[in-house]
């Protein structure tokens, strides 16, 4: 893979509420790596396992795409609309029961 080919996109790492930078190494629409931004206040270029590792599950084959709800003893998939408006059903049922 030539360097050519590779570009580095800015962004802060999802893992937890430390908000660290990383780069994001991508080539042909997809990340290969991720670094550590060492001009970033917070982290200076360090990363832990998660922030260096963690970008692995987007490719996984056994990632949620799509939305659940458990329906009996299963969990069915549903339509984005579907599972916004049970959830908004069900904190509405939480608000009557319990105020805001």
Same mark, same amino acid.
């Given at each position: 893979m030539?360097?050519?080919?590779?570009?580095?996109?800015?962004?802060?790492?999802?893992y937890c509420g430390v908000g660290c930078g990383i780069y994001l190494v991508v080539s042909e629409n997809k990340i290969i790596k991720i670094e550590g931004d060492k001009s970033h206040p917070i982290n200076g270029g360090k990363l832990c396992p998660k922030g260096y590792y963690g970008y692995e599950f987007i490719y996984d084959s056994a990632r949620l795409t799509y939305p659940l709800i458990?329906?009996?003893?299963?969990?069915?998939?549903?339509?984005?609309? &579907?599972? !916004?408006?049970? #959830?908004? &059903?069900? !904190?509405?049922? #939480?608000?009557q029961k319990f105020g805001p």
């Open positions: 030539s360097i050519s080919n590779k570009k580095k996109v800015p962004s802060i790492c999802p458990k329906k009996g003893n299963e969990f069915v998939p549903v339509s984005w609309t &579907e599972a !916004l408006t049970y #959830i908004a &059903e069900k !904190l509405k049922e #939480i608000k």
